[in-house]
């Protein structure tokens, strides 16, 4: 059985820090890219980072700087530390899972952690 579990979320003012786990099981790990995805109220969801199973890593420019993903395949776990934390960053954040092999997505995802920067 497949599973993403996400921890770390809270509330957290504006500038501080969060580091969120996103703990995955039942699928081989190190073969997939992993991603942490956003969605606040109303918007649609965003991705946030990715890191491939290369440990090659991407993010779009509202994040670049200031949130870092990374992986420890040895313990089936993608962390992302998020520092200078702005209102606009609260969302709810999903940890993904993709891999496609032959055109074939596998593809999962988490229940969310929620992400609230306020003072």
């Known amino acids: 059985q497949v599973q993403l579990v996400e921890s770390g979320g809270g509330l957290v003012q504006p500038g501080g820090s969060l580091r969120l786990s996103c703990a995955a099981s039942g699928f081989i790990f190190s073969l997939y890219t992993m991603a942490w995805y956003r969605q606040a109220p109303g918007k649609q969801r965003e991705l946030v980072a990715t890191?491939?199973?290369?440990?090659?890593?991407n993010y779009p420019d509202s994040v670049k700087g200031r949130f870092t993903i990374s992986r420890d395949n040895a313990k089936s776990t993608v962390y992302m530390q998020m520092n200078n934390l702005k209102p606009e960053d609260t969302a709810v954040y999903y940890c993904?899972?993709?891999?496609?092999?032959?055109?074939?997505?596998?593809?999962?995802w988490g229940q969310g952690t929620q992400v609230t920067v306020s003072s």
């Open positions: 890191i491939t199973a290369n440990y090659r890593t």
């Open positions: 993904n899972a993709d891999r496609t092999v032959l055109g074939t997505s596998e593809n999962y």
